[in-house]
């Protein structure tokens, strides 16, 4: 397990990621040289209560929209699939798709954002029609 560990810290190496935390639950095989490896990195690890699945509850609700929104509909053959699937969807679901929440706005669109009235509307598909887009060319 700690090598995966550290292949994870070297993926977030890789995509300027320093992680300052890891939140996870009481499974087994999380060890204690699984939990020094990320202190090593200067990453506090927090372990959730047992039976308290709430207390991850972000976590949890994003696992469960990727499951349902994407991976759903994917058998996947390789890692590298599954990274090209999981970086198309993740790129969308932050930077593209208006997020639900009470109070948070629309904090997806630029501060510049104006909506086109006028051009041709372009109709983007990624991940075989998984992630649809919609767009309005400047006439």
């Known amino acids: 397990m700690t090598q995966q560990a550290r292949n994870t810290l070297m993926w977030c190496a890789e995509q300027g990621i320093t992680?300052?935390?890891?939140?996870?639950?009481?499974?087994?095989?999380?060890?204690?040289?699984?939990?020094?490896v990320w202190a090593s990195?200067?990453?506090?690890?927090?372990?959730?209560?047992?039976?308290?699945?709430?207390?991850?509850?972000?976590?949890?609700s994003f696992i469960g929209t990727i499951k349902r929104e994407c991976l759903d509909f994917f058998v996947c053959f390789s890692r590298s699939q599954l990274d090209y699937i999981l970086r198309t969807w993740v790129r969308h679901y932050?930077?593209?798709?208006?997020?639900?929440?009470?109070d948070i706005g629309n904090n997806v669109l630029q501060v510049d954002f104006r909506p086109a009235r006028d051009g041709p509307i372009r109709?983007?598909?990624?991940?075989?029609?998984?992630?649809?887009?919609?767009?309005r060319d400047t006439a």
């Open 41 to 60: 990195e200067a990453a506090r690890v927090i372990q959730i209560p047992h039976r308290a699945p709430n207390a991850n509850a972000f976590a949890e």
């Open 19 to 36: 992680p300052r935390f890891l939140i996870r639950d009481a499974d087994t095989k999380f060890s204690a040289s699984f939990d020094a």
């Open 94 to 102: 932050n930077v593209e798709r208006p997020h639900r929440g009470r």
């Open 123 to 135: 109709c983007r598909r990624q991940l075989g029609g998984i992630i649809t887009s919609y767009t």
